[in-house]
């Protein structure tokens, strides 16, 4: 829609304007406070524009094991790269199968099986987490990779996005295909997956994110400092009984943990804009 | 080129809701048999069952001598035309057509050639590199029957094939599939709901009605003698006038001074006329007579609609528009047809009655 109103265009241009602050701030603060040295952040003043330390302070997160966890940034961002990774991509291939199953296929208790996944919408992990914990644990997963994914794997919303999707391909592309020769597995991969590819990276993007973002689960699951994550180091940076904070590396760690999920947005982005844009089916 | 025989070929869906009843049907090779029936009528559940998109609940399907009924759809030798293409939207033309082929495993050349000998056949071959949607209405139709051609079927399968184009483009690709199919001498069977492609284009046409063929024969057979009235109503345009014979001690009445005369068991069994609006002609003396309640002028011929006394359905007479200015005659005026051709003749179960008759003007109550 557009209207021709210049004080209409300059009001919203404010509005936006002012959005971008609320939102931009915060990381502002982080980005200039990771470039002062420590005695520059204790008076209690945060200051606005950059400080001459800033190589130092990612310096010695990257190079240097973290006091209280005894490994580096490096590595804490593998582990978060790993588990994000990992989530995204399991749950993916894990609502992949089973949208592809409802959508197209004909069982018993389809609708019901439906269901049963969209039920599980409301177990988050929060809510499960004593027998998540007592499972994972039997299973001697506490400390491992494995761990740390599987019991975020399955995933409702990723099966419901996928399924509305796969609903939306015409009945009689799939006859089409069926009269070609074109297998079960074969239409999967031949017609599904090509004309779902918006959808899926978009998916990609926001699971990526719910990997990356979990706290909770891997404070529980990875007890040691090889598996922990980058977010949950943050806490471990700002935690300190008889000495102030280091406030410049924690807000130097908090912008290096902000930049891979950026990246992410920032590839995938072409997808899923174009998705919102193309006809294609 | 194949043969298709089905044999009491039935499709009950959950609730026993029965699409298609018991149906005989036999596609001789080289034929092009036209489904046609209003919608709902089990045509395009006919055509799923033979393409193996429907599970057959009773009967056989025979594909060239071979039971098809538990078949794979790829495995029958047929190819079909979707009512609204259905064309891969993420492959090229080219590899739209090649598709079949290539789940087939046929070498890279074989596959050039045969695409490349339908994409010439159809006109197409300097679109094969686009994208469906970078194709027109008319083009997209071209893909669709392309990507049928290529596979080299034993019998083609066309659902309603020509419904999503403009008039224009109609008429020319339903020429164009009539070429095409003598061309390739190809088996086809082909499901519309419009009577004119249904003409134009059979070689033998089924006409359809809840579930059960209503009558089987060449166009013109069915135009010229169909079977029943609902054959009637369906098979020409504008579509055959039906009137209610009324019964008086005298006999079989169509108005009270006009009478059924002829074959003494016609006169006995009608209980409905029809006549056909190409088969009326103006004329001062005709024997029906009645008042005009529309005309609409189609240039050369208009449809001139009246009403008789004493009948509720409209009389619609096809005039020729020059005769019509001459006459004289407009809207709410009056107006005397002749009858200019046969009558059809139908009995109380709309079946047809195959008995000579005339109508007969009986001397004015005034004259006596």
Known sequence: MRYDRPLLDRLTHLLLILGVIVFGLPLW????????????????????????????????????????????????????????????????AISLLAAYAIVFFRFPCRTLCFWLIFVTLMLPVEVRIVPTYGVVARFGLI??????????????????????????????????????????????????????????????????????????????????????????????????????????????????????????????????????????? | MATLTCRQLSKTYPGDHRAVEALDLTLEAGELMVVVGPSGCGKSTLLRMVAGLEAISGGQLIIDGTVANALEPARRGVAMVFQNYALYPHMSVFDNMAYALKLQRRPRAEIERRVHEAATLLGIDALLERRPRHLSGGQRQRVAMGRAIVREPALFLFDEPLSNLDAALRVQMRQEIRRLQQRLGASMLYVTHDQVEAMTLADRLVVMREGRIEQIGTP??????????????????????????????????????????????????????????????????????????????LGVDALVHCRLPEHHEPLTARLPMTALAASGIRQQGAIRLAVDGPLHLFDDQDRRLDHAARLTPLPSLFAI
């Open chain 1, 29 to 92: 603060l982080a980005l200039t406070a990771s470039t002062h040295s420590a005695g520059a952040l204790q008076s209690g003043i945060a200051p606005l524009w950059f400080g001459g330390e800033g190589l130092a302070n990612y310096w010695q997160l990257l190079s240097q094991p973290i006091a209280g966890l005894g490994v580096s940034a490096l590595r804490l961002l593998a582990n978060s790269l790993v588990m994000a990774l990992g989530i995204a991509i399991g749950k993916i």
């Open chain 1, 143 to 281: 400390d491992t990779y494995a761990g740390m994914i599987l019991p975020l794997i399955a995933s409702a919303t990723a099966t419901f996005l996928l399924r509305q999707s796969f609903m939306s391909l015409p009945q009689e592309l799939f006859e089409a295909a069926r009269l070609d020769g074109a297998g079960p597995l074969r239409f999967l991969k031949d017609f599904v997956l090509p004309l779902s590819k918006t959808n899926l990276a978009a998916l990609f993007v926001i699971m990526f994110l719910y990997g990356w973002n979990q706290y909770l689960w891997p404070l529980l699951a990875a007890n040691s400092p090889e598996h922990a994550t980058a977010v949950i180091s943050l806490k471990n940076l700002v935690q300190s009984t008889d000495t102030l904070p280091p406030w410049q590396l924690a807000t130097a760690m908090a912008v290096m943990t902000v930049l891979p999920p950026v990246a992410v947005i920032i590839a995938m982005q072409r997808f899923f804009v174009r998705g919102l844009t193309d006809t294609e089916k």
């Open chain 2, 220 to 297: 013109m057979s069915l135009f010229e003698a169909p079977a029943s009235c609902f054959v009637a109503r369906f098979i020409g345009s504008p579509a055959m006038n039906l009137i209610p014979v009324k019964r008086a001690r005298d006999g079989a009445h169509l108005c009270a001074r006009l009478q059924l005369s002829g074959d003494p068991e016609a006169t006995a069994r009608a209980a409905t006329l029809g006549l056909r609006p190409e088969h009326l002609r103006l004329d001062p003396q005709g024997e029906l007579a009645g008042t005009v309640e529309m005309i609409e002028p």
